[in-house]
Every structure is written in structure tokens, then in C-alpha cells.
T-cell receptor, first 114, second 115 residues
Framework: AQTVTQSQPEMSVQEAETVTLSCTYDTSESNYYLFWYKQPPSRQMILVIRQEAYKQQNATENRFSVNFQKAAKSFSLKISDSQLGDTAMYFCAFMKHRGNKLVFGAGTILRVKS | GAGVSQSPRYKVAKRGQDVALRCDPISGHVSLFWYQQALGQGPEFLTYFQNEAQLDKSGLPSDRFFAERPEGSVSTLKIQRTQQEDSAVYLC?????????????FGQGTRLTVV
């Protein structure tokens, strides 16, 4: 079975600064996919970024980028130029190759302060 | 519709009552998922449909939980004889075909409180 661990229950960052959220996972699979989702108070989960394990290049989406370390089974999310609208719960998630269900971590609450 | 729609948004049930939670996926989406999210936790997989076929129900916590999608569109998650431990947010998601390259879109969830 796969597990996803987010060791930071809460994080704070000043507006315009950079913050990194940590995620580690455990799996015996060699090919899989990793995701970061954002869940604002409205509860709707929004996909932020995804990474395919067979790709060595780290994924980037505008202000969001990941540091994927396959050997260490680590998948951290970096948010640059933090904005007040980034305040939300962030979940790291895993999916097996040819799988269909997501396995989520417990989440990290991110607060962006003005 | 424009997105995944879930109803009701909030439901309070007395212990022992049966409840039904509805999910309207994005039109044309083949795959539909239900997740349970306890307070302060990440979502946990309950069940998965491809069209009307329930291909995976390994996450359903007990036989009191039942899900259906009879016409391959709207889905209902039914919980019989609710217990306090059933209190959670129930999230529905749909995707075009369930594969990795198709993003799963989530609804806003139904918050169930069992009193």
C-alpha cells in the first residue's frame, strides 16, 4: 500500500516571499504520478501541479514548482511570490501508473500574511 | 454543467437515520470518484465508477455504505443507519476517462454531521 506523509501541519509566509511545503511518500511502484492540490475554505479541491515519476525534469506552473527526488521519495512544493489568495490547505497526493484513485497526505495549512 | 455539483452542501442526520448524497459530474465525464474527508485530514478513497460500472469499492468502510450510478451520469452515495463516525465531508470528483492524463475535477463536497 502507498502512504503519503506531510510533516508540516501549518506554515506561514509573508506576502511576496517564497515558501516550501514538504511531502514524502512510500511505494514499491516504479512508475507513478504525484500531485499537489489546493483546498480553500470553499472545500473545492483544485489541482496545482502534477509530476510524472518517469520524468526527471521538475514540473513548474507559473509561481508553483516542485522538487522531485525519486530516490528519496520526496516531492516538495515551492510557491514563489506568495499571494494572499494562496492561503489554503495543500494536499500532496499519489496515484499508481494505470491507477485511478488518489492517495492523499494529511495536508498542510498555509497562511499568507500581509 | 460547468463543474461538479454536489447536493446538499450540508446535511445533519440523527444517528440511525439513512442519508443520500448526490453528485452531478461534468457532462461527458466517464469516471466518477467518491472520497471521504474527516475533519483535519486528507480525503480517503471510497469508490470509483466508469460509466455505470462500479469498478472499485474497496474504500467503502462498511456495508452501510452504498453507491450507485445507474445511467452513467448522476451518482448517489447512500449511508444507512448513520453513526457518529460517519461525520465527514464527502467529495465527488469526475474525469474524462479516469486516466492520469485527464484531470480529476472535484465538487465542493457535502458536509455530513451525525448527531
Amino acid at each position: 500500500a502507498q502512504t503519503v506523509t506531510q510533516s508540516q501541519p501549518e506554515m506561514s509566509v509573508q506576502e511576496a516571499e517564497t515558501v516550501t511545503l514538504s511531502c514524502t511518500y512510500d511505494t514499491s511502484e516504479s512508475n507513478y504520478y504525484l500531485f499537489w492540490y489546493k483546498q480553500p475554505p470553499s472545500r473545492q479541491m483544485i489541482l496545482v501541479i502534477r509530476q510524472e515519476a518517469y520524468k526527471q525534469q521538475n514540473a513548474t506552473e507559473n509561481r508553483f514548482s516542485v522538487n522531485f527526488q525519486k530516490a528519496a521519495k520526496s516531492f516538495s512544493l515551492k510557491i514563489s511570490d506568495s499571494q494572499l489568495g494562496d492561503t489554503a490547505m495543500y494536499f500532496c497526493a499519489f496515484m499508481k501508473h494505470r491507477g485511478n484513485k488518489l492517495v492523499f497526505g494529511a495536508g498542510t495549512i498555509l497562511r499568507v500574511k500581509s | 454543467g460547468a463543474g461538479v455539483s454536489q447536493s446538499p452542501r450540508y446535511k445533519v442526520a440523527k444517528r440511525g437515520q439513512d442519508v443520500a448524497l448526490r453528485c452531478d459530474p461534468i457532462s461527458g465525464h466517464v469516471s466518477l470518484f467518491w472520497y471521504q474527508q474527516a475533519l483535519g485530514q486528507g480525503p480517503e478513497f471510497l469508490t470509483y465508477f466508469q460509466n455505470e460500472a462500479q469498478l472499485d469499492k474497496s474504500g467503502l468502510p462498511s456495508d452501510r455504505f452504498f453507491a450507485e450510478r445507474p445511467e452513467g451520469s448522476v451518482s448517489t452515495l447512500k449511508i444507512q443507519r448513520t453513526q457518529q463516525e460517519d461525520s465527514a465531508v464527502y467529495l465527488c470528483a469526475s474525469s474524462l476517462n479516469g486516466g492520469l492524463n485527464t484531470e480529476a475535477f472535484f465538487g465542493q463536497g457535502t458536509r455530513l454531521t451525525v448527531v
